[in-house]
């Protein structure tokens, strides 16, 4: 679930540069093929460029590898959880609904293509013009899809009909239902998304320019052909996927008519998509250079502040000292072969000894909560990334994300002092890996006391469900949970010795749990 959801958002974000894009800088001029082009090869990117992997570009280059850097620092870190599951989360349901609502879509575009079809098998056929046109119900608009043009010629004048057949000939020969049905698509599948409801509207008006254009281009009167569109427009287009030769927006389709031709120049816009494409590619790669190479690089380290934590003098103050404690190794083994340069993603990633829950538990074996970062009650995350060298050994550790000098500083005395691991492999030899750990510094909250003694006091007995404990036992809510206990009561004087002799000299306290 948790790649369907990246790959939506990356998408999505993709969809809305698009749309931005084009308002800024497209939407007035009057080159409709380039514009066309452009907004299909938008969409075309949008939907697959989650899919392309440029890591090993990245990773050759030193300028994108920067870059990558910087962008996935910014992009929001994806936890992942174990455990079974015994109802559907809030997650999983809106996703349910979501795609609901994208299945009852795309099976309205699949109704919309079996009506054309039906009617393109049922209705009257007949050549016009040299054309072979289908018979629609008389008071409609005509429109084409793919090859066939539907109209009902009693409608229309013998001068008016040829204008029309010409208009949707132009959407025929240049396969404007492709658009059509591409954008539907599209619309189904990314519903919630404002931007590509508003990209569609604005591909099919661009579509009717080109239509439009094709007209006037044959040698029709411009004048006449206007009126004409402006006789048709009480007019409803039957197929909603069809290219009608009446459809909305007819005020821009007039204004687009008579308005002068963009400059030449104004082509220069439409090569600004290539960065456009190229920064959309590299942050998505970005998101994958950090924290998701492989759930086996994003392993979330939780460190609680113990109720009474003692920590060594390094991990407390001595910021430098941790900084240079790295376990001995040969020099050799460190060093990597001539022109080797670390990989972000192999075929076989390095392995811990023991896997993922052998590295968690070293971790939090080791790692202490500094004591003047939790006087300070700091909390928070610091990223650690290292490199597993082809021999196995932990090197170039270095904070790429900090939090505070003292948690940081233990961060990195714990992860330089790691055995070593299995070497990640790449075309059937070892290799040198990035790896990438965040740990989460967080404090636990302080929690009263059940009982409170204060120190010098005589401690009273202490009986929980007929059995004698401590009061460090009542108070431990690991052992012994307030919303568990059932009745609490106390015995004072001679009731308490009665009943538990010299024991109960201080008072008795009874507790029966549920």
């Known amino acids: 679930m948790d790649a369907l959801l990246v790959y939506f958002f990356k998408a999505n974000i993709a969809l809305i540069a698009l749309y931005l ?41 030193k300028p994108a590898f920067a870059i990558s850097q910087k962008l996935s620092t910014t992009l929001p870190e994806i936890t992942i959880t174990a455990g079974q599951k015994e109802s559907l989360t809030t997650g999983e349901i809106v996703l349910i609904a979501y795609f609901a609502i994208a299945t009852i879509l795309l099976i309205r575009i699949i109704w919309h293509i079996v009506s054309v079809l039906l009617l393109a098998r049922n209705g009257q056929k007949e050549k016009l013009y040299g054309q072979k046109i289908i018979y629609i119900q008389a008071g409609t608009a005509p429109f084409s899809f793919f090859k066939l043009i539907f109209i009902q010629p009693s409608d229309h004048s013998f001068a008016d009909l040829e204008e029309i057949i010409h208009h949707e000939k132009a959407h025929v020969n240049q396969h404007h239902t492709f658009d059509v049905l591409l954008s539907e698509i599209i619309c189904a599948l990314f519903w919630i998304n404002p931007c590509i409801w508003l990209l569609k509207n604005h591909l099919r008006a661009n579509l009717e320019y080109l239509a439009d254009k094709d007209v006037l281009h044959f040698g029709f009167d411009q004048k006449s052909y206007q009126y004409h569109l402006l006789r048709l427009s009480y007019q409803q287009t039957p197929a909603k996927l069809g290219n009608g030769f009446n459809v909305s927006q007819l005020k821009n389709r007039i204004i687009m008519m008579n308005k002068k031709k963009s400059s030449w120049v104004g082509l220069c816009k439409y090569t600004l998509t290539l960065p456009l494409f190229a920064f959309l590619l590299l942050s998505a790669n970005a998101w994958s250079t950090k924290l998701e190479i492989n759930q086996g690089q994003n392993i979330p380290v939780s460190i609680e502040k113990p109720t009474d934590y003692k920590v060594s003098l390094m991990a407390q103050n001595n910021v430098s000292q941790a900084k240079n404690n790295v376990k001995v190794v040969k020099e050799e083994d460190l060093k990597m072969s001539d022109g080797e340069k670390a990989m972000l993603g192999v075929e076989q990633m390095p ?45 170039d550790v270095e904070v790429v994300r900090q939090l505070d000098p003292a948690c940081d500083a233990e961060a990195l005395r714990v992860i330089k002092m790691m055995p070593k691991w299995i070497p990640g492999r790449e075309k059937g030899k070892n290799v040198a890996v990035y790896y990438t750990i965040p740990i989460l510094y967080k404090l636990k909250k302080e929690n009263k006391d059940i009982f409170n003694v204060k120190k010098g006091d005589p401690t009273p007995l202490i009986i929980i469900d007929g059995e004698e404990k401590s009061i460090d036992y009542l108070n431990d809510t690991t052992k012994i949970k307030p919303k568990n206990i059932e009745s609490f009561s106390i015995l004072k004087d001679k009731s308490a010795t009665d009943k538990y002799g010299e024991k109960g000299k201080n008072g008795v306290v009874l507790v029966k749990t549920k």
Request: no cysteine; charged share 20%.
């Open 351 to 395: 392995v811990f000894p023991g896997g993922e829950v052998a590295l968690l538990n070293f971790i939090k074996d080791n790692l202490k909560y500094p004591a003047s970062a939790a006087e300070k009650g700091i909390e928070g995350r610091t990223i650690i990334r290292f490199i597993v060298s082809k021999t196995g050994y932990v090197t």
């Open 21 to 61: 894009f084009y308002r800024l800088f497209l939407h007035k001029d009057t080159f409709f093929k380039e514009k066309r082009f452009a907004i299909l090869l938008g969409l075309i990117f949008a939907i697959v460029y989650p899919f392309i992997s440029i890591l090993s570009w990245i990773q050759n280059s």
